[in-house]
């Protein structure tokens, strides 16, 4: 049986859910900073047209933010997860399986669906139904591998006449599609892959596709002979309708104001720790790699900059938060300079383990933390019930390192303070 | 670099305490006359049942104002809205009128209009000019009663 892939994605998606509450912004330039309002992460399509790019700092553009009344939010991520649900939900309703890629994406499998429907017609109607259901509009591409449904979506965004809705399921239309994208557009060929591929004279997706798989193992990678093979119709990248565990918990953030004093970047570092502890219990896995990185930030001219990141290896995998606390602090104390305006810092989590499938240390003492898993739960149980807040020492009790929000918008999906006012 | 974190740190009294409890029993027996209800629960009731037939379409407001006391709005009330829903004629919706959030009554016949519910309003003509949206069906209230 043929493969059928479909890639749905939210247009603009950060910026959709701030407008969807704001119908005074429909239609206006919106973007969305970064944590601790940094860069833009998201824009509306009016703020695309302006040409404010992906990833610039605030500070870059803030002259063109005012002289085109360009409206700015903080990352609002409460409402972005609550929207990407509903949307999330609603594709698994009229998939039979799906794989939620990223928070604005997922791929579909509809193998099966063609016998009974038309792919076209039955994209449309997915999208007509999460566009008004949510309020979120997405584009959809569908196509024999994964590979080309990423194509065909992005030639859904592209083209306004396929109304969002692309089916890449003939040849003919695959290879026409190919011959007018570049190769960089390609899922998983990054700029700096594209740019040796066009000096070997494949600018085009058609020309890679054309390449012989071969010879793009023996040069390049085998990840890049599959893109190959996928872009032939070969599906090679099946859908991993189970999530896979997470290979790395990262917490970091950049600060409200430069860092200057020892205790309050430890006390960052804590509260990171405390936040990557509570995410690998979620997850239900021990770690054994810890790293902690501080950095000034690189922007400042003039400044000496200063980055330091150290891991170090457990010796026996842990989720005790007491356990990666004392790490993090003896991390700490080996990377701190003082003389520095820190910008940022956090902690990152790796090489997990399944509970009970490592061997322990013969020599380390058995039991020590007989209490530990229950009290782990105690903490978290209490932190997420809303009760209170419970907290290590470590972390401090009165930080002033919190982010920088200044555009904040309201919880409008997730807190009865927050609901929009109709009147 | 990679550094190795060698030795773990426990303190002696945990290193002494390595005593296991064992349960006398592993499940509990009831030896008593079983309880006759106990065939009869059936389930709880479930408020978002009743409300939310379609949870990943509805959204909260909070309504301000008296412009439809009459139809039972009061201001400060949660309004749940259902976005599935297409509006039709005589529906309460939550309207984007003019970039402003609004809870009016639909009407479509003869003309189209968004009539307040409160004498002292007047209805809001809709026109090819109007700047307007249905942002969904209001499908419940929901009032908390003030308490002495």
Known sequence: MTTVFALVDCNNFYASCEQLFRPDLKN??????????????????????????????MFQVQADIEKHNV???????ALYADMSNRVMTLLE?????????????????????????????????????????TGISVGIGIAPTKTLAKLANYAAKKYPATGSVVDLMRRDRQQRLLAL???????????????????????????????????????YSVVLERTVRE???????????VRPVKQQIICSRSFGHKITESRELREAISKYTYRAAEKLRAEQRLCRVMSVFIRTS????NAPFYSKNLSVELPCPTDDTRDLLAVANSIFRRIWRPGFRYMKA?????????????????????????????MMKVLDQINHSGIGHVFFAAQGVSPQWTMKRDYLSPRYTTCWQDLPRVS | MRLTYLGASGSASYIAENSILIPLYGESVSAGFPSPAQDFVEKTLDLNELCIPHPAATFFVRAQG?????????????????????ASHGDTIIACLHGEMTVKVLELKPNVLLRPKNKAYKAIPITEESEFEVFGVVTSVIRKLDRM
């Open chain 1, 28 to 57: 206006k330039p919106v973007v969305v900073l970064s944590n601790n309002d940094g860069c833009i992460v998201a824009r509306s399509q009016e703020a695309k047209t302006l040409g404010l790019k992906m990833g610039v700092p």
């Open chain 1, 71 to 77: 409206v700015c939010f903080s990352s609002n991520y």
């Open chain 1, 93 to 133: 309703q009229e998939a039979p399986q799906v794989e939620v890629y990223s928070i604005d994406e997922a791929f579909l499998d509809l193998s099966g669906v063609s016998a009974v429907e038309d792919l076209l017609s039955f994209g449309q109607a997915v999208k007509a139904k999460v566009d008004k259901w």
């Open chain 1, 181 to 219: 994208t570049d190769v960089g557009e390609v899922w998983g060929v990054g700029r700096r892959l594209s740019k040796r591929l066009q000096e070997q004279g494949i600018y085009t997706a058609l020309d890679l596709a054309r390449t012989d798989p071969k010879r793009i193992r023996h040069e």
């Open chain 1, 231 to 241: 872009l032939n119709g070969e599906s090679c990248i099946a859908l991993e309708s």
């Open chain 1, 298 to 301: 690189p922007f400042i001219k």
């Open chain 1, 346 to 374: 956090g902690v990152i989590l790796s090489d997990f383990y399944e509970p009970g499938s490592f061997q322990a240390d013969l020599f380390s003492p058995v039991g020590s933390r007989r209490h530990a898993k229950g």
């Open chain 2, 66 to 86: 008296d412009s439809m006391i009459e139809a039972g709005i009061y201001s400060g009330d949660v309004l749940v809205v259902d976005r599935s829903l297409s």
